[in-house]
């Protein structure tokens, strides 16, 4: 599976590093890619790049550190996106901006070429050392009660024990030192895993499950 050639892929590059876009091309053109669009990511060049059917897109994220009040989206092309990231915290912005696949961006050619074509078939990818990220994304289902403490990661459970003392997204972010926005990134995968829509209903449900104590 690593070494099936990505010919049949019709494959945009989004990367406002000129240094990355030019390694990633070379990476990609040696794999056998049919390399159509090589964007930074500026609006103008996206734009001219919409009318191109495309199969996946790899957005290399970059390694300047994503603030909470930045707007991160991911590039628009019609097609699955797969992001290509420094740490956890580009991660979780990639992830909710609706990136599809998440990898380290000093992956080696052979997992980025399988990864491509994974996420171009419609799977998703994460690498391994961001599986903690892919937990935070599988919601339960409407109303289920089947969840365990281990189905919720530790940032997770610090974040329902602060709800549940009735912080704000902010005063999260405060107390754990990280951004609003990845607050908010936990704060709606807790409600997703306890199957409901608000704040107060998560508390509620994870006392009666004996998540937290009120």
Same mark, same amino acid.
């Given at each position: 599976m690593l070494d099936a050639p990505l010919a049949p892929l019709r494959l945009a590059l989004v990367a406002e590093d000129p /240094? =990355? #876009?030019?390694?990633?091309?070379r990476v990609l053109s040696d794999q056998g890619s049919? /390399? /159509?669009?090589? =964007?930074?990511?500026?609006?103008?060049?996206?734009?001219s790049a919409r009318g191109e059917a495309f199969d996946v897109v790899l957005w290399d994220t970059g390694l300047r550190v994503v603030e909470a009040e930045a707007r991160v989206e991911v590039p628009d092309l019609g097609a699955p996106v797969l992001a290509l990231v420094a740490d956890e915290t580009a991660g979780e912005f990639a992830?909710? =901006?609706? =990136? %599809?696949g998440l990898l380290f961006r000093d992956v080696a050619p052979m997992p980025l070429t399988a990864a491509l074509l994974a996420v171009a078939r419609g799977l998703v990818v994460f690498d391994p050392g961001l599986s903690e990220l892919r937990t935070s994304t599988r919601t339960a289902a409407p109303g289920s009660s089947a969840l365990g403490p281990d189905a919720l990661t530790p940032r997770e459970r610090e974040v329902l024990a602060l709800l549940a003392e009735g912080l704000s997204n902010k005063a999260i972010a405060d107390r754990l030192s990280i951004s609003e926005h990845t607050a908010k990134f936990h704060v709606?995968?807790?409600?997703? %895993?306890?199957?409901?829509? #608000? #704040?107060?209903?998560?508390v509620v449900r994870a006392a009666r499950m004996g998540l937290v104590t009120l």
């Open positions: /240094l =990355a #876009r030019g390694a990633l091309s049919e /390399l /159509l669009t090589v =964007a930074s990511g500026t609006q103008v060049e996206l734009e992830l909710a =901006a609706g =990136a %599809k709606n995968a807790v409600l997703g %895993k306890l199957g409901v829509q #608000r #704040r107060t209903e998560a």
